[in-house]
Structure formats: structure tokens, C-alpha cells
């Protein structure tokens, strides 16, 4: 499996923007798929965004929609989520997950997990 680390959370007001980042150790990492999940409190967690081992193909919840970006570089072992045009409903943890399933939205087929970053942002 492969050690996932996250960070760049904080605390934003709405409108602004933030860059979550989740390093990854392992010489594998290019082989794996990557999602960013989070979790408000008392909610389940939900998938944000995802992207093929490759970098080729993305995928985003409707509702962070053309505000999130995901991407990777995987000479550095890292996964990004570009965050902009922040909305109070946005507050969460947000994870980093690995999954060696080609492409997946569910967080179940996801083996590998961060610790989780914050993300506060107010009105």
C-alpha cells in the first residue's frame, strides 16, 4: 500500500481559494488512481474528485463542479486539489485516497488514506 500525507488546509473566507496537496510515498504511486474525499460532521463522506493513474482522465461531484481542479505530478508523488471560489458548504475534512481500481467515485474501493486536512471556510 502506499503512505498518503495531506496538506494545505486552512481556514478561507468564502470566495477565496486554497491548494491541497497529498504526498505520497512508495515507487508506485504512478500506478495508482487518486481521489480527494471529505467529510462535514455528521455527514457521510463524499467523493470530490478523482483522477486516473495517468492524469488523463478527471472526474468531479456536481458540486464542486468548475471550481475544483484536480491533478497530479507524479515525478513528485503528489496529488493536488485546487480549490477556488470557496463556499461555506465546502467545510470538511479532506482526504487523499489510492485505489488501484482504474476509476472509481466509491469511497469502499479506496485502500489507501490520508489523515485528513481541515477546510474552513466562512461567510
Known amino acids: 500500500q502506499v503512505q498518503l500525507v495531506e496538506s494545505g488546509g486552512g481556514l478561507v473566507q468564502a470566495g477565496g481559494s486554497l491548494r491541497l496537496s497529498c504526498a505520497a510515498s512508495?515507487?508506485?504511486?504512478?500506478?495508482?488512481?487518486m481521489g480527494w474525499f471529505r467529510q462535514a460532521p455528521g455527514k457521510e463522506r463524499e467523493f470530490v474528485a478523482v483522477?486516473?493513474?495517468?492524469?488523463?482522465?478527471?472526474g468531479y461531484a456536481d458540486s464542486v463542479k468548475g471550481r475544483f481542479t484536480i491533478s497530479r505530478d507524479n515525478a513528485k508523488n503528489t496529488v493536488y486539489l485546487q480549490m477556488n471560489s470557496l463556499k461555506p458548504e465546502d467545510t470538511a475534512v479532506y482526504y487523499c485516497?489510492?485505489?488501484?481500481?482504474?476509476?472509481?467515485?466509491?469511497?469502499?474501493?479506496?485502500?489507501?488514506w490520508g489523515q485528513g486536512t481541515q477546510v474552513t471556510v466562512s461567510s
Open positions: 485516497a489510492a485505489t488501484t481500481t482504474y476509476y472509481s467515485r466509491a469511497p469502499a474501493d479506496f485502500g489507501s
Open positions: 512508495g515507487r508506485t504511486f504512478s500506478s495508482y488512481t
Open positions: 483522477i486516473h493513474w495517468s492524469g488523463h482522465s478527471t
